[in-house]
């Protein structure tokens, strides 16, 4: 107790200070203030987005201009999504602490992990320090491996029911045997902050209605450009997988933001020819150093999800991560990168936690 | 009560002998056979096309081979969609007569008209004649155009209630005064037969997942796909619009079925450019001629989904309905063409009819 009143204290001065928290900038970013009318996101709400389609009769003149030419240095900017995602959540625990203050509540996540893969431990343990870090309560629960779907399901139905948790977080992928669609169906849509329900993801999709929550990693890459002032409306995107977790809704929030959008996947011929001509590339297809430097179009701003762990007995771990971007040659001819780690992984927990936040702010009506 | 029994026997009759249901074929199509055994669709179901993304290391080489040239004759083979809706609806109605034999039931289909708009009265006229002409039951609700949104609630509860009804069709767009998306979110998801719900949106664009019903139109494009022997596996496809009826579901549907898509828009800019390198171009954006033949490639397949009448005071109307596509130019570049009208328009009505016979076999869990 004595040790949460402190953090919420160091966050609070820290907010006050206008300090980054905990999470310095190694790299240029976009600086923004501190004030607290500044919003945590850069990204509109989508019923704005909303435009109508105004068909012209004849096509438009080519306007595109490459704003960069390939070369042997290095010409792309690096996307710090380290610094950008402690920033956001350096506002977010400001909003936390002033939540705290007027109404004596701070929003509630519940993480959800069954078994024990690495990778998902990993994980859930740098999403449990960012709700430490700003102040938001977390609760874990940890079920064996081998447990059943009624389990998984009655785990569930309690935080539903918590009126002081305000998103779930049950961490995918769950074990082979277990009905994920099963046991997804059974979460409060309110408390979807990871944005996966069908529900959602058909608001998601669909013109003139809004999800309750954007899913995370597409949410964070979204701001990274945006932040990156790399302007979506009317620019060529391609996502190259097309996954529940990222592809799908990365390429339905692209479209949300008025980008023409491709998605390439592994049926996709000759792939190469189609991100060549994207100004923006999102890759989510799990496989490292699938785009080359020829894939990319000069200028083009790459946005890699990729985490792909690649064996280095050099590392402390026994392996390294890596994206899906061959990183020295991407960096020669795009204009802006993001690098791995380092770059989408931290902005999927920063918008977790934004998400869990605008939901906390609804249950309260806190504006 | 005698003229629906004469019409089902009627039905029944054309069904032994295998005639099409008084819609005679006019230029080439795809020959069926009559059996029972054979299916009403050739679209696969969406589950088995679920197949893992396995991505290769290496770019695949190119095999696009274009199987036509430009000309200045007409090259394109004309995909007759009233001809090929025509054998469905054959196909339906045996089954609708198979269902009425065997436990004594036929489906039943509601439609609900708000308002007097001519074209919706043409559509819904045109449903009500091809439910008839099926053997299945309809419904019909006509509201004054100035009802409230409680009064379409109500009429809409009560069919959600009527166990003989297993297909409501609100027929859109709704007079602007009303609450479109309270009103469609009231609809029993087991009976939205036009696939609009957002939760049936979510589960056609989720992998592993699969919705009740998949939107007529889209399921109508692809059937005509299918039946004219173009393979959409790792095609190259290209969706103009992106309308929550059209061009959302059919860009979901080609990519259930292994498409490239990319999706085209208002705000796109060159859009020709886009559409120039697609093998199937699928066109929902209601301007007339909007397609010129440059905008295609050679050999390319062109489903046209534009329905936009034009003022021609020669035609009894005082206008005539015309595609997104200038067809006199689509026939001399692209390898396969569906005319307006004749193209999809009747498909759309036989696939509305093949979701209520869906609907009807799982309420009364017929095979």
Not at 253 to 282: G, M
Not at 291 to 315: M, Q, Y
């Amino acid at each position: 107790m004595m040790l949460a009143r402190t953090r919420m204290r160091r966050v609070a001065a820290a907010c006050k200070k206008g300090v980054r928290n905990g999470m310095p900038s190694t790299t240029r970013t976009i600086n923004t203030q501190m004030d607290d009318s500044y919003p945590i996101l850069l990204s509109p709400s989508l019923v704005s987005l909303d435009l109508p389609d105004i068909w012209p009769t004849n096509s438009r003149p080519n306007d595109f201009q490459s704003t960069c030419r390939c070369s042997n240095e290095q010409t792309a900017a690096i996307i710090d999504g380290k610094s950008i995602a402690g920033e956001i959540m350096s506002r977010i625990a400001c909003q936390v602490w002033r939540m705290k203050e007027s109404i004596g509540r701070v929003p509630g996540l519940a993480v959800i992990m069954v078994g024990q893969r690495r990778d998902s431990q990993t994980y859930v343990r740098n999403k449990i320090k960012a709700c430490e870090e700003t102040g938001i309560k977390s609760s874990m629960t940890e079920l064996h491996g081998n447990c059943k779907d009624d389990e998984v399901v009655n785990v569930l139905s309690r935080f539903n029911e918590d009126p002081s948790i305000h998103g779930i977080l049950l961490q995918l992928p769950l074990p082979q045997h277990l009905d994920e669609e099963k046991i997804l169906d059974v979460m409060s849509l309110e408390k979807d902050v990871d944005g996966f329900h069908p529900l959602n993801m058909g608001n998601l999709a669909m013109r003139g209605r809004q999800p309750l929550f954007i899913p995370c990693t597409p949410k964070g890459c979204i701001e990274l450009l945006m932040r990156s002032g790399v302007e979506i409306m009317g620019k060529k995107a391609v996502v190259i997988g097309r996954s529940n977790i990222v592809g799908l809704p990365t390429s339905l929030l692209l479209q949300r933001h008025h980008a023409t959008v491709s998605i390439v996947h592994a049926f996709t011929k000759n792939p190469e020819q189609i991100t060549c001509e994207a100004d923006i590339v999102v890759t989510a297809a799990g496989v490292p150093n699938l785009i080359r430097g020829n894939w990319l179009k000069p200028g083009a701003v790459v946005i890699d999800v990729g985490t792909n762990p690649i064996e280095d007995p050099s590392c402390e771990y026994g392996y390294r991560l890596t994206g899906d971007v061959c990183y020295e040659e991407a960096v020669r001819v795009a204009s802006a990168v993001t690098p791995v780690p380092g770059g989408v992984g931290p902005m999927t927990i920063a918008m977790l936690l934004s998400n869990t936040l605008d939901s906390a702010k609804r249950a309260y009506d806190f504006t």
